[in-house]
């Protein structure tokens, strides 16, 4: 059995992992991104692998439990989150299949579902051995820029209406930089904070963006760029960078400076500051489902991108709970349009 308390104490053992070389690698699925879980209210890191027997791991999965309540109301929103794959060799489904079953058994009573967000695409055999774990395959939607291209090639590729409003905010004498200490932090945090209560989206716990400011900034995991004005902060992105990829993670804005359009401004010099600096994708999230108007992604894709279908994993753990816990969460939302 694998107990939380004992990765804390003692993170040699997740050095056991080798992401470095794994083609399966996400800071999702790093030792510094267990930390920033553990650390943050209403998460709980969940950690499973497969050993040999001279205790050295060959596969592993890195979840994330969440929860918006404590107590008997927590158990109605316990949801399990893995980003990213799990960390097995290529081609090593036997490996993959025993890691499932184990994940299966211990999640069991801890979450009422399970979510694989996948960041990369799984073969059919693969798809195969999560189905006969009770996964079912869902079609969602991503978008990658790669940055490996000439920047004028990048810049080519947004939608005109883009490039027009770039250099809109630009002629507005709109800056762009990485905060400077935590005080600018905070004021980022704040239009995060402001923009999700604004697009009636819930909001994680405070403590996930200050203990990530904590422990990954120094690592330049965490980069948080901001769009200046007068230097006034007026928009925020806060991007996860990890090997050669960066992950859009949390945005925010200014409502009153949206005529600056640093909505178009910012996703771009962030692209340009990546390929500046030898970063080859951008992961600009999720797209939605196939097929479903999303207005999300309408936007994304006028920056140029390419729209893949990475899917989803799903799995109910607890159907009367997770029945219970979708009407809830609507019943929220309707509460937070008035």
Request: hydrophobic share 35%; charged share 25%; with cysteine.
């Amino acid at each position: 059995m694998w107990f939380l308390n004992k990765l804390y104490k003692n993170p040699n053992l997740f050095n056991k992992i080798d992401l470095k070389n794994n083609m399966n690698k996400s800071v999702f699925q790093s030792k510094e991104m267990y930390y920033v879980w553990y650390n943050t209210k209403n998460y709980e890191p969940f950690f499973t692998e497969i050993t040999t027997k001279k205790g050295d791991i060959v596969a592993s999965i890195l979840a994330v439990i969440q929860k918006e309540h404590k107590g008997f109301l927590g158990k109605f929103s316990s949801r399990s989150i893995i980003i990213g794959m799990p960390v097995f060799h290529a081609n090593d489904l036997g490996v993959l299949d025993k890691l499932l079953k184990d994940y299966n058994q211990k999640i069991s009573g801890k979450a009422i579902y399970s979510q694989f967000r996948n960041l990369s695409k799984y073969s059919d055999k693969e798809i195969q051995i999560f189905a006969q774990n009770g996964f079912v395959y869902e079609p969602h939607l991503d978008i990658i820029h790669y940055l490996d291209k000439p920047i004028e090639e990048q810049f080519a590729r947004l939608h005109k209406g883009r490039r027009k409003n770039i250099r809109r905010a630009e002629r507005a004498g709109v800056g762009f930089r990485e905060v400077k200490d935590e005080k600018e932090f905070i004021k980022a945090y704040e239009l995060v904070v402001s923009t999700y209560n604004r697009v009636k989206l819930p909001m994680p716990d405070k403590s996930l963006f200050f203990e990530s400011y904590r422990q990954l900034t120094n690592k330049n995991i965490l980069k948080t760029f901001v769009a200046i004005l007068e230097e006034e902060i007026i928009a925020c992105r806060m991007v996860l960078c990890y090997g050669d990829s960066i992950y859009d993670w949390y945005a925010g804005a200014s409502e009153k400076h949206l005529d600056k359009y640093p909505n178009d401004f910012l996703p771009w010099k962030v692209m340009e500051w990546g390929s500046q600096n030898g970063y080859k994708s951008f992961d600009f999230g999720g797209a939605g489902k196939p097929g479903v108007p999303y207005g999300v992604r309408d936007h994304k894709l006028k920056f140029g991108g390419e729209l893949v279908e990475f899917g989803r994993f799903q799995k109910i753990h607890n159907k009367v709970f997770w029945s219970v816990g979708n009407i809830g969460f609507k019943i929220w939302q309707k509460f937070k349009s008035f």
